[in-house]
């Protein structure tokens, strides 16, 4: 369900075309969970992102450069997003994420201990950290003086930076797919 239409590729503007072509043909169309219904329209976030198409294609890209392009590792990064995904009750970003936490090596006990809002048990300092941090930055909005030295010293300035990017970016998707009533598929 949603409360917005599927936009057809062949009802879109030049600009919604655009915006359609960049996302479908980037580094995003290889994700395992499908971001493109049989047919032709964008599953998940992305329809929504096609009523405002400047605005959609500076989320997207900023997306793709949290999924493709920073420094924490692709488990570390799925840990955090489905740390936001639990904590906003995110159906559809749960789905998506599961799938790919999956891939990248994530167990079902820790995708389990995610979904039921606890931090898993990992051996790898920096991923403990990261997931650490992000419970802390979505139960609170921000980090004290101390957890911020310690997210510091785990993980550096640069990746508590990304970190702190994508937890608000995907609070952000989260609160998008709330308003716009996109559920996890079945």
Not at 10 to 39: C, K
Not at 50 to 61: E, F, I, M, Y
Not at 87 to 105: C, D, I, K, L, T
């Amino acid at each position: 369900m949603s409360r917005i239409p599927r936009i057809s590729p062949a009802a879109m503007t030049d600009e919604q075309r655009s915006l359609y072509d960049s996302i479908t043909t980037g580094p995003r169309a290889r994700n395992p969970f499908g971001i493109v219904d049989p047919d032709g329209t964008l599953a998940g976030p992305f329809n929504a992102m096609l009523l405002n198409p400047p605005v959609g294609d500076a989320l997207q890209r900023l997306g793709a450069a949290l999924r493709h392009g920073g420094e924490l590792s692709d488990r570390a990064r799925e840990l955090a997003i489905l740390t936001v995904a639990a904590s906003r009750e995110s159906g559809y970003e749960q789905f998506a994420h599961e799938h790919v936490g999956r891939q990248v090596g994530l167990t079902d006990e820790e995708i389990t201990a995610l979904r039921e809002r606890r931090e898993p048990d990992l051996a790898d300092p920096e991923e403990a950290a990261v997931a650490r941090t992000a419970r802390r930055l979505v139960d609170h909005g921000r980090l004290t003086d101390e957890e911020y030295a310690d997210a510091v010293s785990d993980l550096g300035a640069a990746k508590l930076f990304e970190l702190s990017t994508v937890v608000g970016y995907y609070q952000l998707v989260a609160m998008q797919l709330h308003v716009f009533g996109v559920e996890r598929p079945e």
